[in-house]
DNA sequence: CATCTGACTGGACACGTGTCCAACTTATGT
DNA sequence: ACATAAGTTGGACACGTGTCCAGTCAGATG
């Protein structure tokens, strides 16, 4: 069972709801997401554009669920290197390539994750979270409110410039390096 | 004349444009950016939505272009401080207020600025360009490539942030304070 | 005064959104 | 095996988007 979805869903509905996912997440490479449709999304999905509705409030859920389904599947919490700074950049680095990787999707999600659909803000803040969780762990003993506080934002800077194509997710690791570098050594 | 709109305006058109503008604020204000429609704001204009199109590209544009003036002709760019922290501080805390004055606007310009649309495009590197000129400025002598990019960053993670409503326009200055100096302490 | 030109209009267009509902098809359980 | 519930369907709906175009109108230009 998961609540991930619009209600809980569990049995025959979670088969669905995998279909429906797989599908967007197919047509998200297929066709890009300027011309990606929930109809379209359906039909690839042989379910009904009602149906498809049953699981998914509006395309910004559906990206937002993309997303945090890709983050918490594919992307692993690894904590790699000897000091704070090290494994910080680790983090931006592994989020920059595992962005990159799915760039229709990174594309997809900076807008639709600011939409007031409850649906997307309950993953919002899920995704967030997650953030501030990798940055957590990746400090360790030298994470305080205030220095998480200041990656949290260079980050959701990182991803917010990208978004707009001002940065690549490729360059995203290379240009967060020294930023963290900074933020963590100004917190000394 | 003018060539912030879809096209070089003067004459008759810079007036009808001035009032589009007008109303799309009035709109804003109003009703939200929710509820506002090309159409509506189009009337309110004592305008057809046929004219109204000939101006603005889309709901998106428009948002994009309100928000530009409002920076570039009601938010001025001060340089208080003594100290190149203090002068950042300052840019940070009323951007923050200028923001806070309005809430509509604010809100409907961060998703705007996402959208591929070229003429919202030309506005966004405009506005990119005029945040990192109000940091170097602020900065001073201390102004180095790197920081203005940490800088720049921290602060769209801001935006971002308050975009998704995650933090408050009026707490922005506050959470930005020691995130800045740090910054700046970093590149030391 | 006649004309020409640029601005504006109204209304139709194709399309996508998200909602609704009565009817149908599967499962499930007694 | 049959009633009941759960899942799905097609199709219509109201609405917003942005485009297009023939036609009107006012004001400069000759």
């Known amino acids: 069972m998961s ?105 997809a999600v900076t807008p639709a994750l600011l939409s007031s659909d409850p649906d997307v803000e309950r993953l919002r803040l899920r995704i967030g979270a997650d953030f501030v969780h990798r940055f957590e762990a990746a400090l360790g003993d030298a994470a305080t409110p205030a220095l998480l506080d200041a990656l949290v934002l260079a980050f959701s800077g990182a991803l917010l410039q990208a978004g707009m194509g001002v940065m690549t997710y490729t360059d995203m690791g290379d240009r967060l390096d020294p930023v963290v570098a900074a933020i963590v050594a100004g917190h000394a």
């Open 3 to 107: 609540t991930t979805a619009r209600q809980a869903v569990d049995g025959r509905r979670a088969e669905t709801l995998g279909r429906l996912l797989l599908a967007g997440s197919d047509e998200l490479r297929a066709t890009g997401y300027e011309a990606l449709t929930i109809r379209s999304v359906a039909t690839r999905a042989g379910v009904s554009a009602a149906t498809a509705y049953t699981y998914v409030a509006s395309k910004n859920h559906l990206f937002a669920e993309l997303f945090w389904r890709y983050l918490d599947h594919e992307v692993p919490q690894v904590v790699s290197g000897d000091t704070p700074v090290a494994r910080v950049q680790a983090v931006t680095r592994q989020m920059g390539a595992a962005l990159a990787a799915v760039p229709e999707l990174a594309a």
